[in-house]
């Protein structure tokens, strides 16, 4: 078995859209850009990480809470965040394809960090690599025929009232550019209706919408995406401490499900936010996109959030300590991840392509906790009606428990070949000992390859034990 290194983006879309993994929205009208679809494949793989991290950050932890807040929040909210005044991103527009550029990322490609620049220090930096003959071009068309850097806002305005209404600053709306918005305007409801003490976190997963320029990265930057995060409330003495647990924690749960050590890397940030005392990201090496580029961020905050919702809303966001009745506003110690990018990172990790006695496979490596589809169950004849009437009955039998799925279409090794391209980590076969001699059936194993006959009263057993193992 030679495994061959060869990930490109080129390849893995090319998977994705023909195994059912993801698809561009809108696909018959042309596309929508920085915008995709999950098929059936996909959404099965998005659920499994987001079980998974829920398992993780929430029902195996005994200081963490979950929430699930609303998209569209008071417009004040964003005011206070300080959203409204400096949430964007520098531009450039081509004056010929009229395409739009993040100067930032065209400034990466020189080794410039344009990360928290204004729009005149990159359009400084321009000026000195044009003098050094080092024009930046459009993407799209290779036209240097480009406008200067200018700030574009990520918020998504929407309105809600009347729909005849002009959008304006009284009735203008924002969809939430991230999730911890509605995590820090429930802290006060979660604080009075549970029995929650510092140290204490409140978890979520959800939608949240950029008006991103388009990078054109496939699902690793999307207009809309969801966002995993967990914003963790504690006293500021014991950040230290938790910043370094909580890191690790982190680190360690894409070791075990399956991201090689090799491919991960810390990155800590120099320029801060204004609110951040320390931020770190884990770095994740997508080969296919060009390197190691974040994956996941881990900041600590501050009182930054509760103090300026405190502010503008009025409200006491306080906590108080019931041994010593003494009052403080927490700090905020903050992971957050996309869902979206982190599907990627897996996907990515797990591409495999091998050559097996001369013939070439592909075959997704997945966790198999992960795996979209857990157990196949094929007839060996698709016109044999016993056999398929068994697989039938098998399928009923081990859904209960696994995701699985009934597949008579074509040869045994062709449905081999499509079960290894979405990660199915075991394929049953009936064939006709099956149901003349044994009542056994055959199991075959994605990575290995062998196969081995177990009886059907022992399969709930046998995957039981295969699921539970890891």
Excluded at 138 to 151: H, R
Aim: net charge neutral; hydrophobic share 35%; with cysteine.
């Amino acid at each position: 078995m030679n495994e061959k290194k060869n990930k490109t983006i080129e390849k893995l879309v090319s998977l994705c859209k023909r195994r059912g993994f993801v698809f561009p929205s809108s696909d018959i009208y042309g596309g929508f850009a920085a915008v995709y679809d999950y098929g059936p494949m996909g959404v099965e793989l998005k659920n499994n990480l987001e079980k998974a991290w829920w398992k993780s950050m929430v029902q195996k932890r005994q200081d963490v809470v979950g929430l699930d807040s609303g998209i569209f929040m008071h417009p004040m909210t964003w005011k206070a965040s300080g959203h409204i005044d400096g949430f964007d991103d520098p531009q450039i527009d081509c004056k010929k394809c009229k395409a739009r550029m993040g100067a930032d990322h065209m400034l990466e490609a020189f080794g410039i960090d344009a990360d928290k620049m204004t729009a005149d220090e990159i359009n400084i930096q321009i000026e000195k690599l044009s003098k050094e003959g080092k024009d930046l071009k459009c993407i799209n068309c290779g036209s240097k025929d480009l406008t200067k850097a200018k700030m574009f806002s990520l918020m998504v305005k929407s309105n809600l009232g009347s729909p005849t209404e002009e959008l304006s600053d009284e009735n203008v709306v924002y969809l939430r550019p991230e999730t911890c918005g509605g995590i820090y305007l429930n802290y006060k409801n979660v604080l009075d209706s549970s029995r929650v003490k510092l140290p204490f976190g409140i978890a979520q997963i959800g939608k949240a919408f950029r008006n991103e320029i388009v990078a054109r990265q496939f699902i690793f930057r999307t207009r809309e995406f969801e966002q995993m995060e967990l914003q963790y409330f504690l006293d500021p003495k014991d950040m230290g401490r938790k910043f370094s647990e909580w890191k690790n924690i982190r680190w360690d749960w894409y070791l075990n499900y399956g991201i090689k050590e090799e491919n991960l890397k810390w990155y800590k940030h120099i320029k801060l936010a204004h609110y951040a005392a320390e931020a770190w990201d884990i770095e994740y090496n997508f080969e296919a996109l060009g390197g190691f580029k974040e994956l996941e961020g881990i900041h600590q905050r501050g009182d930054w959030d509760l103090s300026q919702h405190s502010k503008f809303s009025g409200k006491k966001l306080d906590y108080r300590d019931p041994a010593t009745n003494t009052a403080i506003i927490p700090n905020i110690m903050e992971t957050s991840v996309g869902l979206n990018r982190m599907l990627l990172a897996f996907l990515h990790e797990a591409y495999t392509e091998e050559e097996i006695d001369g013939e070439s496979r592909i075959v997704l490596k997945l966790d198999k906790r992960l795996a979209p589809i857990k157990v196949a169950i094929f007839p060996l004849l698709k016109n044999k009606e016993k056999l398929v009437a068994k697989a039938k009955e098998l399928h009923d039998m081990l859904s209960d428990n696994y995701m699985c799925e009934f597949d008579d279409n074509g040869n045994i090794g062709k449905r081999y070949r499509r079960q290894d391209e979405i990660g199915t980590p075991y394929c049953v076969t009936v064939d006709f000992d099956t149901i003349e001699k044994d009542d056994s059936v055959t199991i075959r194993d994605r990575d290995s390859m062998e196969q081995e006959r177990i009886k059907i009263d022992n399969l709930k057993s046998y995957f039981f034990d295969k699921f539970s193992s890891q």
